[in-house]
T-cell receptor
Framework: GDSVTQMEGPVTLSEEAFLTINCTYTATGYPSLFWYVQYPGEGLQLLLKATKADDKGSNKGFEATYRKETTSFHLEKGSVQVSDSAVYFCALSDPFGGATNKLIFGTGTLLAVQP | NAGVTQTPKFQVLKTGQSMTLQCAQDMNHEYMSWYRQDPGMGLRLIHYSVGAGITDQGEVPNGYNVSRSTTEDFPLRLLSAAPSQTSVYFC???????????????FGPGTRLTVL
């Protein structure tokens, strides 16, 4: 079945460091790919998305490119801030996958940014 | 717009007790769903609904019931709580557009449930 694998955390960085969180997926068909962020004590918020190969999603300085050839959707940011400390989830969805609209999540990666 | 709201934020139950987790959305979304979040496992789908009067099981439905009498509300019922149901529960909703394409989901703030 479809699955998402993302790098284990925690990832600890100093402010202004470069961030990469790896995400790879296994899916039949052509899934949409998402990054969600969960700040402490809050629900998940959509950070960015890409719906087809070579699409780049971007938001708040974060970027991820849908790479079909490597089945990857790595999250990057050039200069992290303390306020970026959160748990990041990679997820996929088959946009026409019947009734469920099921999101399949990775296990999440905790990012801690130190001043 | 309040978005997706959930109550309560926290709940402690004893084994065997029942309770209902409330979820409401004011965005007129057709699709609503419940997930549970457990350490090291990401989020897993419990039940979902594609519209009022229509519900179906997700990946981990055992021990939970749902109903969808209105577009806005999608409560999750625990029939007889067990320690294995200790988790954080998230409700989510999304549009379904005319082409059948389902869009990104909006999540509520979560309910943290502990079953002793």
């Amino acid at each position: 079945g479809d699955s998402v694998t993302q790098m284990e955390g925690p990832v600890t960085l100093s402010e202004e460091a470069f961030l990469t969180i790896n995400c790879t997926y296994t899916a039949t068909g052509y899934p949409s790919l998402f990054w969600y962020v969960q700040y402490p004590g809050e629900g998940l918020q959509l950070l960015l998305k890409a719906t087809k190969a070579d699409d780049k999603g971007s938001n708040k300085g974060f970027e991820a490119t849908y790479r079909k050839e490597t089945t990857s959707f790595h999250l990057e940011k050039g200069s992290v801030q303390v306020s970026d400390s959160a748990v990041y989830f990679c997820a996929l969805s088959d946009p026409f996958g019947g009734a469920t609209n099921k999101l399949i999540f990775g296990t999440g990666t905790l990012l801690a940014v130190q001043p | 717009n309040a978005g997706v709201t959930q109550t309560p934020k926290f709940q402690v139950l004893k084994t065997g007790q029942s309770m209902t987790l409330q979820c409401a959305q004011d965005m007129n979304h057709e699709y609503m769903s419940w997930y549970r979040q457990d350490p090291g496992m990401g989020l897993r789908l419990i039940h979902y609904s594609v519209g009022a009067g229509i519900t179906d099981q997700g990946e981990v439905p055992n021990g939970y019931n749902v109903s969808r009498s209105t577009t806005e509300d999608f409560p999750l019922r625990l029939l007889s709580a067990a320690p294995s149901q200790t988790s954080v529960y998230f409700c989510a909703s999304s549009y379904v557009n005319s082409g059948g394409l389902r869009n990104e989901q909006f999540f509520g703030p979560g309910t943290r449930l502990t079953v002793l």
